[in-house]
């Protein structure tokens, strides 16, 4: 596996495999690597010739008083779990080789609608600067496929429509969500949770499994989210939101049947987050 820093060493790189005629895949990270990152690197493994992973903590998208600074770097681990999943580039550039002229002075990228309301309602900016940074890797790397996390389900729907909307060449591929054998997400942030933390974390997903039972059995969705919200208040968790959306994250109406029940909430000082498939009855 090579590791670049310099965008001429990654294009010059990605010409060559161009020339050959192998496809590229695109896996953008912000490091800390983890099996789910790894289950992109693999699902990418089966797209592509040639597999491209990033790693870049992005400042564009951490607001205010969020653990930018805190974000666990740890490259070298990387590097070693990229290369033994089967990695071929690794492109680790610096802050100032993606954003030269400063953060206040670069170009950004909205992604209306699809960014507002849940994880863009409580990150303000959050999702600009995701969009922005993955139009520069998408520029940068030209891939034929790139994957992405569905536990980030809000993060995917906005990059599909990015690439609809500004007509990327890219196929967008969703990787399931990997946890723990406790059925907890893997997150690079679950490394910020304590002992008695990390034990009631798993709660978040058994409360949203009986809540889809509950749903897709037909009970009233209001009442269900306001029982949820009660019950991840009283597991020790703070709520910030619990939702119910049809499966484009667009409101559900009564001819909804695929949908998707998210949430965010923190334990501690860790935010977390998680979703589950479903499908309403007639």
Known sequence: MRTLREIPALRDTLGECRRRGQRIGLVPTMGNLHAGHLSLVETARHHADVVVATIFVNPLQFGA??????YPRTLAEDQAKLEAAGCDVLFAPATRELYP?????QTRVCVPEVSEGLCGGSRPGHFDGVSTVVSILFNLVQPDVACFGEKDYQQL???????DDLHFP????????????DGLALSSRNGYLDADERATAPELQRILTELRAAL?????????????????SEAGFIPDYLELRAADLGPVTASTREAV???AARLGTTRLIDNLTLTLPR
């Open 65 to 70: 008083g969020e653990d930018l600074d805190a």
């Open 101 to 105: 002229r400063g953060l206040e002075r």
């Open 157 to 163: 729907a906005v990059i599909r429509k990015l690439v």
């Open 170 to 181: 890219i196929r967008i591929v969703g990787v399931p969500i990997v946890r723990a054998d």
């Open 216 to 232: 897709q059995a037909g009970a009233p969705i209001e009442a269900t989210l306001a029982s949820g919200l009660t019950r991840l």
């Open 261 to 263: 029940l998210l949430t």
